[in-house]
């Protein structure tokens, strides 16, 4: 089993200040993903999963204690990872689970939206359908044939997977008021709705498919200002739309997405 785990989406977040360290608050809130990503392991476990890789995709990419994940999970941290979100994940794996998702850049009222650099990428549209991280990141679930089979964060999040992802166990644990403001069910509460939803999830797996992308795929990207779309465009397989929108065409899933996490990288050059 591979848990690609965000941290925006997990229940009672609604600030950067919570996600971001060092800071007390970050402190309490990373010990609440952690409690997150044990429920998925332990629903996964119950169903009669015996082997897990963590890999901690939010910010510095170092949230997690790696002692206190649950089912002996191998723990893969740190920046600058070619697959970013995704490193770590072939075709050894049965399935893929994103938990603590979070909206797309260009959603409305979803907690903290964003996309991979909120300050140089306005929208990604994955077919001509808008997608957040999930969309994009089940490309690479696509390459090794490996489908994702559950997702949690608020309710904007999961519509925008669904897509991509048709069938999706979908775990809600907070409803988004605003970019900044949320409404979740207790703590309590979402680890227990993550554990069943894990549970199912793999109970299901017969019959879930890897992502439905078709391919030849395109993904387009919207940046903030021009800058970042004619960096975008020293990439090979990269071609300008307008000023500030650039498009993205490959068959292989698995090219796609590294093209655009060059992209995303980039920017970053740029931005931080
Ligand atoms: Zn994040």
């Known amino acids: 089993m591979f848990l690609s785990t965000d941290m925006e989406g997990t229940a009672g977040v609604v600030d950067w200040g919570q996600v971001r360290g060092p800071a007390q608050e970050y402190e309490y809130y990373r010990g609440q993903l952690q409690a997150e990503v044990n429920a998925a392991i332990d629903g996964a476990l119950?169903?009669?999963a015996t082997e897990f890789l963590v890999n901690d995709s939010h910010s510095t990419m170092q949230n997690l204690r790696p002692d206190e994940l649950h089912g002996r999970a191998g723990y893969l941290s740190g920046?600058?990872?070619p697959l970013y979100m995704m490193e770590?994940?072939?075709?050894?794996?049965d399935a893929a689970m994103f938990i603590s998702y979070h909206g797309a850049a260009s959603s409305t009222s979803s907690v903290l939206f964003h996309?991979?650099?909120p300050r140089a990428i306005a929208e990604v549209r994955l077919n001509g359908t808008l997608t957040g991280e999930a969309g994009i990141n089940a490309l690479v679930a696509l390459a090794?044939?490996?489908p994702v089979v559950l997702i949690s964060g608020d309710r904007v999040t999961i519509d925008e997977a669904q897509p991509f992802c048709p069938g999706i166990e979908s775990v809600v644990v907070k409803e988004s008021v605003s970019h900044n403001a949320a409404r979740s069910v207790h703590p309590e509460t979402a680890r227990e709705l993550i554990r069943e939803g894990a549970h199912r999830a793999l109970d299901r797996l017969p019959d879930v498919r890897p992502p439905a992308i078709a391919l030849p795929a395109e993904l387009t990207i919207r940046f903030h200002n021009q800058a970042f779309a004619d960096l975008a465009c020293a990439l090979r397989d990269v071609e300008k739309v307008d000023?500030?929108?650039v498009a993205i065409r490959n068959d292989d899933p698995l090219h796609l997405f590294?093209?655009?996490i060059a992209?995303?990288?980039l920017s970053r050059a740029v931005t931080d």
Do not use: C, E, I, P
Request: hydrophobic share 35%.
């Open 115 to 117: 996309t991979y650099n």
């Open 258 to 260: 590294r093209t655009f």
């Open 263 to 265: 992209t995303v990288f």
């Open 144 to 146: 090794y044939g490996v």
């Open 79 to 81: 920046r600058h990872k």
């Open 243 to 245: 000023d500030r929108v």
């Open 88 to 93: 770590g994940l072939d075709d050894s794996f």
């Open 46 to 48: 119950a169903a009669g």
